[in-house]
């Protein structure tokens, strides 16, 4: 949007303000970013300065030091309309000289910029007669008539105390027969008398000086004066200066200003100027021919006929500013409508127009069509809006490194889930690496740096992560190299492969614990041929007639012999595939079957069995070797962490019938579970057994096959006293269940 200048934002016109302000009877200077850029020649004759020396000089070094706060303080109040009196300060002449002036500012554009336009006034004279005044009375009054601009005191009931000779010249009444009299009595009474009566009897008031124009009629020959009063010790006194002839080149000026409208309606962009009660007052061509409107359908038209309702509070508001601060609005969206009904975008600036007493009296503006690139930009939105939805739609986790800072710049939502954030923006200016374990780092970022950035990732990689919670994951990774914003960056996509990875873990131990199997079966048929063997032996030796005591060890050797055929044929049973049959069976009998396969490592490991079956417990359908397989895990379990806290503990084993269901508890003495882990237990691969000593496997594998009998298997724990592991059995009668296994 362009800025518009106080009258005309045009290179031609300024030209011929230059020249027009250049020959005016006061000091007139433009101040840009606090330094000259402009001074006319009566501004030059009065300090003596060079334009070439004045130009690009901070303003304040030629105001007395003492004076400069002052001085700033009123040029911001005047511009903000807080005081619109001119003030007076020192300048320091180029030759050393202190002179006064007094000054008036307003806001401008100079050359399409903001800029200030002061105007002053030397005042030195006045200001020294006004302090010989004070120190003698009678000099005082002779150079009082000595100066030719009217001078006149008055008394605090506004009655002339003194009358100079110019007073005397101009109104044609001497001195003597004006002292004592009011206003009314020297003068008819005429709107220009009663505005200076009232201004004077304010700078009585106030105490503060006061100049403004007022209009009288003398002898018939009309006058503009322009008046200054100040307050003195008795009254005021008063300064009056014909400026009749400067109004009227400022009239002349202003008309010169009016041919120059012709440039206006040349402008390619829309202006227009709106009375305070928003009505269109003058209108450029461009402005008729984006609003579709004739110059006199717009003229007199409120600025809500042409602006989307909606948008009717925010224009206002704009407007409203400007009036309050008297400073311009260099930019902002307009949504107007236009005659047929089609809605169109301007991209407007607004400032105030100001009579000659400052005041604000309306607004111009300045508008540019941009109705094509706001529709270009809201289908760019649009398609942008689309991409992000696909981007951040997908379950495929995606996201955007920068080349350069290796940090994360964009995440979809599923990046951001997979990774344990809350937001997409909690994960932009993250270095992917941080999701890395330390010992993985090297290998990922030399893949990142070779593979992605220099050639694209060419195929997927399975890489480790940590995610924020914690949780480690695994990912299938690949990407290529983008352009994003103007650099180059990696786009890379991955899934989740954490599930997949787990599976195929629990297929190789499974395959591993099969193969085991097989081995220990195998062994065990070994065992077995040298077993027979020995008690053969012992049988044929106990036969023949021995001493009493080698009868007994015989004796013991039969008997422990059969008591490892028993354990390695119980072994073979459970070590040997079986098709999966649910029949009758009795728990207590599966359970007493696991107590003898350990029964060794109970008594070597000092573990003791307590058992309290329920000699009455009705049968249940269970797989007997899946039953044996979930039992024998859950008592290896209690035999570790008992163990592994204090190498030995108590095991009690409880059946009983509850309601419907054959409930079996394994309460052991060991050290307990957090309540943090307590919920995880029959997670697969949680353990929180040293490395190499368990799986993870065990208590999943019970909990999948009491789910598949239809019951249920749960843990409560009390830390640091121990754990019970229930299982509870359905009650049915005889059925052939196809097992999931």
Not at 522 to 531: S, W
Request: aromatic residues 8%.
């Amino acid at each position: 949007m362009k800025s518009m200048s106080s009258t005309i934002d045009q290179t031609s016109e300024e030209r011929v303000l230059e020249i027009l302000v250049d020959q005016a009877p006061v000091g007139v200077c433009i101040i840009q970013d606090g330094r000259f850029c402009y001074a006319n020649y009566y501004f030059l004759a009065t300090t003596e300065y060079t334009l070439d020396e004045l130009m690009d000089k901070d303003s304040f070094e030629i105001v007395v030091p003492a004076d400069r706060e002052m001085v700033r303080e009123n040029t911001i109040r005047m511009l903000k309309s807080e005081v619109l009196s001119p003030y007076q300060f020192r300048v320091i002449c180029r030759d050393g000289r202190t002179i006064w002036v007094m000054a008036t500012v307003r806001s401008i554009q100079y050359h399409g910029r903001q800029a200030v336009l002061g105007n002053y006034m030397e005042i030195t004279g006045r200001k020294q007669l006004e302090d010989e005044v004070k120190e003698n009375e009678a000099r005082y009054r002779e150079l009082a008539d000595s100066i030719t601009d009217v001078f006149f005191a008055m008394d605090e009931d506004l009655r002339y105390t003194y009358w100079n000779k110019a007073s005397e010249l101009l109104t044609g009444i001497r001195a003597e027969d004006a002292m004592g009299k009011s206003l009314l009595e020297i003068f008819p009474d005429s709107p220009g008398l009663r505005k200076a009566e009232k201004i004077y009897r304010a700078v009585l008031r106030t105490r503060k000086p006061r100049t403004f124009t007022s209009d009288f009629d003398i002898h018939g020959k009309h006058y503009i004066f322009e008046i200054s009063a100040y307050p003195s010790r008795v009254g005021i006194s008063v300064f009056v200066r014909d400026i009749t002839e400067r109004k009227r080149e400022g009239e002349a000026l202003r008309r010169s200003e009016e041919r120059y409208r012709t440039i206006l309606e040349e402008m390619e962009d829309a202006y227009f100027e709106v009375d305070l009660g928003g009505h269109f007052t003058f209108i450029n061509n461009s402005t008729c021919r984006d609003l579709g409107y004739s110059r006199e359908e717009l003229m007199g038209m409120s600025y809500k006929i042409v602006t989307v309702p909606e948008h009717i509070e925010s224009v206002f508001q704009v407007f409203n500013d400007v009036y309050e601060t008297g400073l311009s609005n260099k930019g902002f969206p307009w949504r107007t409508v236009r005659k047929d009904g089609s809605h169109g975008f301007a991209e407007t600036s607004v400032s105030p127009i100001l009579d000659d007493d400052g005041e604000i009296v309306g607004f111009r503006g300045v508008g540019r069509d941009i109705t094509e690139r706001k529709r270009i930009e809201e289908a760019l939105q649009q398609s942008e809006e689309k991409y992000r939805v696909l981007f951040d739609s997908t379950v495929i986790g995606t996201v955007v490194i920068d080349s350069e800072t290796m940090k994360l710049v964009m995440a979809n939502q599923a990046a951001v889930a997979m990774l344990g954030f809350s937001s997409a923006k909690e994960v932009v200016g993250v270095n992917p690496l941080e999701f890395v374990p330390p010992e993985d780092r090297d290998r990922v970022l030399g893949l990142i740096q070779k593979e992605f950035f220099e050639q694209g990732l060419q195929r997927a990689h399975e890489l480790r992560m940590i995610a924020k919670d914690g949780r480690e994951i695994w990912i299938s990774a690949n990407g290529a190299k983008i352009m994003h914003e103007g650099r180059l960056m990696g786009l890379a996509c991955f899934t989740d492969i954490t599930d997949k990875k787990q599976q195929n873990e629990r297929l190789l131990m499974t395959d591993r614990l099969a193969s085991l199997g097989e081995l220990a079966s195998g062994a065990a048929h070994e065992i077995n041929n040298p077993l027979t063997s020995i008690i053969g032996f012992s049988e044929l030796l106990m036969e023949k007639e021995v001493p009493d005591d080698i009868r007994e060890q015989l004796k013991l050797i039969n008997s422990e012999a059969r008591r490892a055929v028993i354990v390695t044929n119980n072994f073979l049973s459970f070590a040997r595939k079986h098709s999966s049959t649910k029949e009758l069976n009795q728990i207590n009998d599966i359970i007493e079957d696991v107590l003898e396969l350990r029964a060794h490592e109970h008594k070597v490991n000092h573990i003791d069995v307590t058992k309290h079956f329920d000699t009455n417990l009705p049968e249940v359908m269970v797989d007997y070797f899946q039953m044996q397989q979930v039992f024998m895990n859950i008592i290896i379990n209690a035999e570790y962490f008992m163990v592994e806290t204090h190498n030995a503990g108590t095991l009690l084993i409880t059946t009983e019938k509850a309601n419907s269901t054959v409930r079996i508890s394994f309460a052991d003495d060991g050290p307990g579970i957090t309540a943090e882990n307590i919920g995880r237990i029959f997670d697969p691969f949680f353990t929180t057994k040293e490395a190499g000593s368990g799986t993870g496997l065990g208590l999943s594998i019970c909990h999948g096959i009491v789910n598949e009998h239809g019951g249920q298997i749960y843990a409560t724990s009390q830390l640091g006293k121990g754990t019970s592991i229930v299982v509870e059995l359905p009650i049915k009668k005889r059925a052939h269940v196809k097992s999931l296994v």
